[in-house]
């Protein structure tokens, strides 16, 4: 296997991010590194990153919450019979709020988990490519190309106007 280098370039304006990263995935470069203070939608589109898959664990949380929550009532009220006013023991209309609430509880518990098992938190170890200036104002691309393809892409890197492009072999 070839050696790779490394060209990162840093910019000051997220816009001008998103169409470097749109210019280098039309170069055919796949292995592309974004760091930077907030991530945008533009910038997840032009990366091409899919769909976040925590929306899935509140979708099952919140399922298993609300037939838990009409489990919980119904199985309370055949627990402990009171007939009240000759309705039925399990009345359903009465038991949608709290079927309601588990909803809710589950599902946000339920994305909270997700959430972390998916952006591998709490990160005792930070990449080392990453710079604190990184968290605060800036923005940096790293992209892993051949040999051959690094003068290429630092020029295309340029046309965008970064604070900075290096090369690391």
């Known amino acids: 296997m070839a050696a790779r280098e490394i060209v990162t370039a840093t910019f000051d304006d997220i816009h001008a991010v998103v169409g470097?990263?749109?210019?280098?995935?039309?170069?055919?470069?796949d292995?592309?590194?974004?760091?930077?203070?907030?991530?945008?939608?533009?910038?997840?589109?032009?990366?091409?990153?899919?769909?976040?898959?925590v929306r899935r664990y509140a979708l099952i949380g919140g399922i298993s919450g609300c037939i838990s929550g009409f489990a919980?009532?119904?199985?309370?009220s055949y627990y402990y019979p009171l007939v009240?006013?000759?309705?039925?023991?399990?009345?359903?209309p009465a038991y949608v709020v709290i079927a309601f609430e588990m909803t809710i509880l589950f599902a946000g518990i339920s994305a909270l988990i997700g959430m972390l098992i998916h952006n591998r938190m709490p990160t005792l170890k930070l990449d080392p490519a990453h710079v604190p200036g990184y968290s605060d104002d800036?923005?940096?691309?790293?992209?892993?190309?051949?040999?051959?393809?690094t003068a290429k892409v630092k020029e295309v890197l340029n046309s965008y106007g970064p604070a900075e492009v290096r090369v690391e072999r």
């Open 20 to 29: 470097a990263v749109r210019t280098i995935r039309d170069e055919a470069c």
């Open 31 to 53: 292995e592309l590194s974004v760091f930077g203070p907030i991530m945008e939608t533009e910038l997840e589109e032009a990366i091409g990153k899919p769909p976040s898959p």
């Open 72 to 76: 919980l009532t119904v199985w309370s």
């Open 84 to 92: 009240v006013g000759g309705k039925a023991l399990a009345s359903i």
């Open 138 to 149: 800036l923005f940096a691309l790293r992209v892993a190309c051949d040999p051959s393809r």
